[in-house]
């Protein structure tokens, strides 16, 4: 089974351009998670989808950000403009329906970001 | 002040040694701890979860949560140069976000 994958790898932008990543989750997950880590700092929750709907965008820094995943399987994240604080690691993560206890987030790699 | 409260490090240690990796935090609504392990260029891979107070167990890993204290507990045994990465300490509510201590590496030297 193929896990989470993220694309791209990594990106280096001018400050202003628009950046678009994007997230493959594990077949069948209606849970997926949008974290980012700034260098130097803990990893930090974005926005959860289930399905196509956002159920927490609690994590999301400003307007600057754009979540969407339509038809519930892929999600994009927009920068729209990206500034310099915006350079870090944004990491995705899936996991299948709650069944009466916790469930498990399956992470990506990780897009490494750099805002110049 | 954060939720959660790790020691970054950097942790050396030889090989064989007993690793004891620790966080607190300070929300006692949390109910599921996380231990994570994260190589360099990859992403966080579960290692345990832990819901209750005590200990939890798995071959080289065990995981300890005191919850009247807000504290928790990694513990590796016979620590391996393949141990060598990032864990991070996770916790969250019933579901949903997690929440992430800084993290701690860890270096295992043969």
């Known amino acids: 089974e193929a896990g989470v994958t993220q694309f791209p790898s990594h990106s280096v932008i001018e400050k202003g351009q628009t950046v678009t990543l994007r997230c493959d989750p594990i077949?069948?997950?209606?849970?997926l998670y949008w974290y980012r880590r700034v260098m130097g700092k803990e990893i930090k929750f974005l926005l959860h989808f289930v399905k196509e709907s956002k159920q927490d965008e609690s994590g999301m820094p400003n307007n600057r950000f754009l979540a969407e995943r339509t038809g519930g399987t892929y999600s994009t994240l927009k920068v729209q403009p990206a500034e310099l604080e915006d350079s870090g690691v944004y990491f995705c993560?899936?996991?299948?329906?709650?069944?009466?206890?916790?469930?498990?987030?399956?992470f990506g790699p990780g897009t490494r970001l750099t805002v110049l | 002040q954060k939720e959660v409260e790790q020691d970054p490090g950097p942790l050396s240690v030889p090989e064989g040694a007993i690793v004891s990796l620790n966080c607190t935090y300070s929300?006692?609504?949390?109910?599921?701890f996380m231990w994570y392990r994260q190589y360099s260029r990859k992403g966080p891979e579960l290692l345990m979860y832990t819901y209750s107070s005590g200990n939890k167990e798995d071959g080289r890993f065990t995981a300890q949560v005191d919850k009247s204290s807000k504290y928790i507990s990694l513990f590796i045994r016979d620590s391996q140069p393949s141990d060598s990465a990032t864990y991070l300490c996770?916790?969250?509510?019933?579901?949903?976000?997690?929440?992430f201590g800084q993290g701690t590496e860890l270096s295992v030297k043969p």
């Open positions: 993560a899936s996991s299948q329906e709650w069944l009466g206890g916790t469930d498990t987030q399956y």
């Open positions: 929300n006692s609504a949390f109910q599921y």
């Open positions: 996770a916790m969250r509510y019933l579901r949903g976000k997690l929440i």
């Open positions: 077949s069948g997950h209606d849970n």
